[in-house]
C-alpha cells in the first residue's frame, strides 16, 4: 500500500535525451510537490501542484516541465538532459489547502544519472 | 545569511548518548518548523513538528527560540536505529518548505 510512489527507481540515460518520471499518490491528498536533491544533499523545491493547479515555480530550467493530469498524479517530463540534472527527484504530497503548512509525504526518489 | 543553516556533522555518538542538533533560520515570519529525518538513500520522513515553544514525543525533543531564531533537536539515549540524517524545515510561506543541508548522526555500539 504504497502512499507516494515514483517510477522509475532509477534512470541512467545519455545526455540530451528526453525523459518522464511519474509519480502517484493514493492518499487523497489536494497538493503534490517535485524536489530535487543534488550531490550535495541539498532538497529543493522545483515545483508545486494544488488540484492540478500550478503553484510554486521556482527558479528551474524551462527544459523542466511539471505535468498534472489530475490531483493523484504528477509527472515530471525533462528536455535535453544535462549533466548537471543528475540527482534524486522526490515526489511529495500533502493534505493541502493551499498555502497550509501540512506535512509532506515524500516518494522513494527516483535516482537519475545523466551520462 | 542562509535561509537554514544546520551544522553538517557528522556527530558520532555511543548508544545511550545525549545529543542535540541547532538549526538557525532567518525568516522571522516562520511560524511552524519541523525535523525530517532521512536514511541513506531512502526519503525524508516527518519526525516531528514544533509550533510554539517546543514539542516532545518520546526520546525526542524539539525547542523553539523565536529570538534567536533557533531550532533545536535533543535526542536522549541513542539507539543504533537514530543513525541517519536529520533536516531542519522551515516554510518560506505556506506549503513552501525550505530544508537545511542537514545534521548526520551516527550512532556506534
Known amino acids: ?115 | 545569511r542562509k535561509e537554514v543553516e544546520q551544522d553538517p556533522g557528522p556527530f558520532n555518538v555511543p548508544e545511550g548518548a545525549t545529543v542535540a542538533f541547532n538549526c538557525t533560520y532567518s525568516n522571522s515570519a516562520s511560524q511552524s518548523f519541523f525535523w525530517y529525518r532521512q536514511d541513506c538513500r531512502k526519503e525524508p520522513k516527518l519526525l516531528m513538528s514544533v509550533y510554539s515553544s517546543g514539542n516532545e514525543d518520546g526520546r525526542f525533543t524539539a525547542q523553539l527560540n523565536r529570538a534567536s531564531q533557533y531550532i533545536s533537536l535533543l535526542i536522549r539515549d541513542s539507539k543504533l536505529s537514530d543513525s541517519a540524517t536529520y533536516l531542519c524545515v522551515v516554510p518560506r510561506y505556506g506549503n513552501k518548505l525550505v530544508f537545511g543541508a542537514g545534521t548526520i548522526l551516527r550512532v556506534k555500539s
Request: glycine share 6%; hydrophobic share 30%; aromatic share 10%.
Open chain 1, 1 to 115: 500500500d504504497t502512499a507516494v510512489s515514483q517510477t522509475p527507481k532509477y534512470l541512467v540515460t545519455q545526455m540530451g535525451n528526453d525523459k518522464s518520471i511519474k509519480c502517484e499518490q493514493n492518499l487523497g491528498h489536494d497538493t503534490m510537490y517535485w524536489y530535487k536533491q543534488d550531490s550535495k544533499k541539498f532538497l529543493k523545491i522545483m515545483f508545486s501542484y494544488n488540484n492540478k493547479e500550478l503553484i510554486i515555480n521556482e527558479t528551474v530550467p524551462n527544459r523542466f516541465s511539471p505535468k498534472s493530469p489530475d490531483k493523484a498524479h504528477l509527472n515530471l517530463h525533462i528536455n535535453s538532459l544535462e549533466l548537471g540534472d543528475s540527482a534524486v527527484y522526490f515526489c511529495a504530497s500533502s493534505p493541502g489547502r493551499r498555502g497550509s503548512t501540512d506535512t509532506q509525504y515524500f516518494g522513494p526518489g527516483t535516482r537519475l544519472t545523466v551520462l
